[in-house]
């Protein structure tokens, strides 16, 4: 059994069944669940993991950003 990590209800889940990944609904509050490790079982809700994934789109877009700022710095030396 693992609780909900939003309304804290108790989920009745056959743990050895589920694997990192899967989805879940918790029956009380109904939020959308994703298992986000195995040993020991930990759910997340979907909305943070998505959070999780847009942070890691953004930081990607910042490198870019500072590479292309290097690459403008390093011309205007030239000249």
Known sequence: MVNCPLCDAVIDVDEEELD??????CEECGANL?????????LASEKEEDEDDDDLD????????????EEEEEKDEEY
């Open 20 to 25: 990192e990944g899967d989805s879940l609904i």
């Open 34 to 42: 994703a298992v986000s490790g195995v040993s020991p079982l930990e």
């Open 58 to 69: 953004e930081d990607d877009d910042f490198d870019e950003d500072d590479d292309a700022a």
